[in-house]
């Protein structure tokens, strides 16, 4: 294709006017630009100024005529076709003109149209040219081999990578078949499969073992396509060959070392296995088969993780491998594993996440079967039952004293806010009492007033005259205010009915919180309820140092024992209250509680903006006896209580952080059922 033609340049020089100016008209008409010169001097400098696709070039002119301006060009590697022409019919000038690379000569006049035809014939021969001279630069700066032969396999052209990689020269390859490249590795029935292929027409792809000049073997990944001519027959074949000796060795090596890691995974003494997050197992060894009774076969075709456990394990399961891929510590590693055939068995399973540019993919552990392990424990049992009982009657009074230490906690915890209550239920008293004051002063009046009333009515039944008493009544009404006291009676009885409901509200959360069931005893609870009523226990400690910001979800009834969770509760908001309180800031600080739950449990988590808890000293938040505070303001029972309460008598967990921020999160979690009862 030849140049847009919006874009091609064409240069007229000629020392005539009037045929500069005919051939410009001649050439824009064609719809090409033109520039015009009238001698070969400014000819050459629009050539060096302006990019120009064709030159009209006269062959006779002052300065420098047309052949040493061809001579110029020629020297100085103008890539343009060049148009000659002349006057003169003059048979050697032509020759001359066309031996130094003229296109074309045309005598003057030159005809319009053959001239258009020139013209477009040269831009067409020139984009030819440029286009062969880019394809034989891509060849040729190719970094795959190119190999070009006849229809019998005769090589007739090779790129220098060809060269490069099997030693041969061009010189060399030209004229030879291609059979001296092969290494004897493949039979004869591989080169007539592939001589079939190309031969019918389509593409063959795949790989050679070739041999280079110097004897070594090498590996190609080839392409060889047929091509033909107009007729559709196969003219020649086209091989397109990389160089893929390094890739074959690294194959080779990464072949060697899955063989290798796989021989020492089949000597480990435990099983192994590895899966995905989809819990697919996708790996373990030879003793993993053996133990569960599976075969490779059954896991190329799929096994999932869940299938080896028994299935009242596999929703605990699936909950740690999620908790694994989380980063989230898992407490118990023991199940019931399951083989194929169905049969259970005791397991002790070790597992860590398989990160993999940062992010979890999987995860891989061992399994241990524990079978041999249980049976001595069982033995063991049996042989310890005396000092077992021993150990369970210990136990029990441990625990008594336990339920004695919580008690008194509870109650020193009671003892530490009955100010703050008694303050709580003396406000709303107070305000009672000053209402009935008001009252029996206002009843006093509008007894006194009734009594006047009923005076006037006896002096209306004698037939007296009433317009002295009625202006005296009057005059009391307005005196004693009585509008004012009638008015304000509603709102005294309406401020009265909020004071009994505050203390109402206030005695309910008392014997809510001070209610006790057995201590082993659960009862579905809302828990929303219980922060609630310990909001108002605890209202007197927060009230003068926090903002007390509340979310709560709407949560399912949780079993559990409510007088131990709202002590927890209890436990967090003084605790809270007392770290903002310590700061001594001038204004509120803010805790906030917030409620929600997920598949298995129900979840509390009370925040603060105090002043956190150093890191040495969360190491030993849960320990019994251990406290920061000054002596006399604490026990250093309050958080390994909540800690027991928590973890130990309802299965659940309680976690503490202080954010980057500031502060301090406890987040307490309840499963949803009753692990006693599971």
Not at 128 to 132: G, M, N, S, T, W
Not at 479 to 498: Q, R, Y
Not at 508 to 525: T, Y
């Given at each position: 294709?030849?140049?847009?033609?919006?874009?091609?340049?064409?240069?007229?020089?000629?020392?005539?006017?009037?045929?500069?100016?005919?051939?410009?008209?001649?050439?824009?008409?064609?719809?090409?630009?033109?520039?015009?010169?009238?001698?070969?001097?400014?000819?050459?400098?629009?050539?060096?100024?302006?990019?120009?696709?064709?030159?009209?070039?006269?062959?006779?002119?002052?300065?420098?005529?047309?052949l040493e301006?061809?001579?110029?060009?020629?020297?100085?590697?103008?890539?343009?076709?060049?148009?000659?022409?002349?006057?003169?019919?003059?048979?050697?000038?032509?020759?001359?003109?066309?031996?130094?690379?003229?296109?074309?000569?045309?005598?003057?006049?030159v005809?319009?149209?053959?001239?258009?035809?020139t013209?477009?014939?040269?831009?067409?021969?020139?984009s030819?040219?440029?286009?062969?001279k880019l394809?034989?630069?891509?060849?040729?700066?190719?970094?795959?081999?190119v190999?070009?032969?006849?229809p019998?396999?005769?090589?007739?052209?090779?790129?220098?990578?060809?060269?490069t990689?099997?030693?041969?020269?061009?010189?060399?390859?030209?004229?030879?078949?291609?059979?001296?490249?092969?290494?004897?590795?493949?039979?004869?029935?591989?080169?007539?499969?592939?001589?079939?292929?190309?031969?019918?027409?389509?593409?063959?792809?795949?790989?050679?073992?070739?041999r280079?000049?110097?004897?070594?073997?090498?590996?190609?990944?080839?392409?060889?396509?047929?091509?033909?001519?107009?007729?559709?027959?196969?003219?020649?074949?086209?091989?397109?060959?990389?160089?893929?000796?390094?890739r074959?060795?690294?194959?080779?090596?990464?072949?060697?070392?899955?063989?290798?890691?796989?021989?020492?995974?089949?000597?480990?003494?435990?099983?192994?296995f590895?899966?995905?997050?989809?819990g697919?197992?996708t790996?373990?060894?030879?003793?993993?088969?053996?133990l569960?009774?599976?075969?490779?076969?059954?896991m190329?075709?799929?096994?999932?993780?869940?299938?080896?456990?028994?299935?009242?394990?596999?929703?605990?399961?699936?909950?740690?491998?999620?908790?694994?891929?989380?980063?989230?510590?898992?407490?118990?590693?023991?199940y019931?594993?399951?083989?194929?055939?169905?049969?259970?068995?005791?397991i002790?399973?070790?597992?860590?996440?398989?990160?993999?540019?940062?992010?979890?993919?999987?995860?891989?552990?061992?399994?241990?079967?524990?079978?041999?392990?249980?049976?001595?424990?069982?033995?063991?049992?049996?042989?310890?039952?005396t000092?077992?009982?021993?150990?369970?009657?210990?136990?029990?009074?441990?625990?008594?004293?336990?339920?004695?230490?919580?008690?008194?906690?509870?109650?020193?915890?009671?003892?530490?806010?009955?100010?703050?209550?008694?303050?709580?239920?003396?406000?709303?008293?107070?305000?009672?009492?000053?209402?009935?004051?008001?009252?029996?002063?206002?009843?006093?009046?509008?007894?006194?007033?009734?009594?006047?009333?009923?005076?006037i009515?006896?002096?209306?039944?004698?037939?007296?005259?009433?317009?002295?008493?009625?202006m005296?009544?009057?005059?009391?009404?307005?005196?004693?205010?009585?509008?004012?006291?009638?008015?304000?009676?509603?709102?005294?009885?309406?401020?009265?009915?909020?004071?009994?409901?505050?203390?109402?509200?206030?005695i309910?959360?008392?014997?809510?919180?001070?209610?006790?069931?057995?201590?082993?005893?659960?009862?579905?609870?809302d828990?929303?309820?219980?922060?609630?009523?310990?909001?108002i226990?605890?209202?007197?400690?927060?009230?003068?140092?926090?903002?007390?910001?509340?979310?709560?979800?709407?949560?399912?009834?949780?079993?559990?024992n409510?007088?131990?969770?709202?002590?927890?509760?209890?436990?967090?908001?003084?605790?809270?209250?007392?770290?903002?309180?310590?700061?001594?800031?001038?204004?509120?600080?803010?805790i906030?509680?917030?409620?929600?739950?997920?598949?298995?449990?129900?979840?509390?988590?009370?925040?603060?903006?105090?002043?956190?808890?150093?890191?040495?000293?969360?190491?030993?938040?849960?320990?019994?006896?251990?406290?920061?505070?000054?002596?006399?303001?604490?026990?250093?029972?309050?958080?390994?209580?909540?800690y027991?309460?928590?973890?130990?008598k309802?299965?659940?967990?309680?976690?503490?952080?202080?954010?980057?921020?500031?502060?301090?999160?406890?987040?307490?979690?309840?499963?949803?059922?009753?692990?006693n009862?599971?």
């Open positions: 294709m030849s140049p847009a033609e919006d874009t091609v340049t064409v240069l007229v020089v000629d020392d005539s006017d009037a045929i500069r100016l005919m051939t410009s008209r001649i050439v824009e008409k064609l719809g090409y630009k033109s520039l015009s010169a009238s001698d070969g001097e400014s000819c050459l400098d629009l050539l060096r100024d302006h990019r120009i696709d064709l030159l009209l070039l006269d062959v006779r002119m002052p300065k420098k005529n047309g301006v061809l001579s110029y060009i020629r020297e100085k590697n103008y890539m343009l076709p060049v148009i000659m022409i002349s006057g003169s019919s003059d048979l050697a000038e032509a020759v001359e003109c066309l031996r130094m690379g003229a296109y074309e000569f045309l005598i003057k006049p005809d319009p149209d053959r001239l258009a035809v013209i477009k014939n040269a831009l067409n021969a020139q030819l040219r440029q286009k062969i394809l034989s630069a891509a060849m040729a700066q190719s970094p795959l081999s190999i070009i032969t006849d019998d396999g005769i090589i007739e052209y090779v790129n220098p990578s060809f060269t990689f099997s030693g041969y020269t061009a010189e060399e390859a030209n004229g030879r078949k291609t059979n001296f490249l092969t290494s004897g590795r493949h039979t004869s029935k591989f080169y007539s499969k592939l001589w079939k292929t190309i031969s019918s027409g389509k593409i063959w792809e795949g790989e050679f073992i070739n280079k000049k110097n004897g070594e073997l090498f590996w190609e990944y080839a392409t060889i396509s047929p091509i033909t001519d107009q007729t559709g027959r196969i003219s020649h074949y086209l091989a397109i060959k990389q160089d893929i000796t390094q074959k060795k690294e194959q080779e090596a990464l072949a060697e070392s899955e063989r290798r890691f796989q021989e020492l995974a089949d000597l480990l003494p435990q099983p192994i590895e899966c995905d997050t989809a697919v197992v790996y373990t060894n030879r003793l993993g088969l053996e569960f009774g599976y075969s490779k076969e059954d190329e075709k799929g096994v999932q993780t869940l299938e080896l456990y028994a299935p009242k394990d596999r929703e605990r399961v699936l909950h740690n491998l999620g908790c694994r891929l989380r980063g989230i510590p898992i407490e118990n590693h023991e019931t594993g399951q083989k194929k055939d169905g049969t259970t068995f005791p002790l399973v070790y597992s860590a996440t398989v990160f993999r540019e940062g992010k979890p993919v999987g995860v891989r552990g061992i399994v241990l079967d524990i079978t041999e392990r249980r049976q001595i424990e069982e033995k063991l049992l049996q042989l310890n039952q000092l077992e009982q021993k150990v369970e009657e210990r136990t029990r009074a441990l625990e008594k004293t336990h339920q004695q230490m919580v008690l008194q906690e509870k109650l020193a915890s009671i003892g530490q806010l009955a100010a703050g209550l008694a303050h709580e239920l003396n406000n709303p008293i107070n305000f009672v009492r000053m209402n009935f004051a008001t009252l029996q002063e206002d009843i006093a009046d509008l007894q006194q007033i009734l009594g006047s009333y009923r005076e009515l006896q002096k209306i039944d004698k037939g007296r005259d009433l317009s002295t008493d009625l005296l009544i009057r005059e009391k009404e307005k005196s004693l205010s009585i509008d004012a006291i009638l008015g304000e009676i509603p709102d005294i009885f309406s401020e009265s009915k909020n004071g009994f409901d505050r203390i109402a509200t206030i309910e959360s008392m014997r809510n919180f001070s209610f006790r069931h057995a201590d082993n005893q659960k009862v579905l609870s828990i929303n309820k219980g922060v609630r009523d310990t909001l226990i605890a209202r007197n400690e927060y009230r003068y140092v926090s903002e007390i910001d509340t979310f709560f979800d709407d949560l399912p009834p949780v079993p559990c409510p007088e131990q969770i709202n002590q927890v509760f209890l436990n967090l908001i003084i605790n809270s209250a007392q770290a903002i309180a310590s700061q001594k800031r001038s204004s509120k600080g803010k906030t509680i917030r409620t929600w739950h997920d598949g298995l449990n129900v979840y509390c988590s009370i925040s603060d903006d105090g002043p956190g808890i150093p890191e040495n000293v969360m190491r030993h938040i849960f320990e019994p006896f251990y406290t920061t505070k000054d002596p006399g303001k604490g026990t250093g029972l309050g958080l390994s209580i909540s027991d309460i928590v973890v130990q309802h299965h659940g967990e309680i976690d503490v952080s202080c954010p980057p921020e500031g502060g301090t999160v406890f987040t307490i979690g309840l499963p949803k059922k009753n692990m009862n599971l």
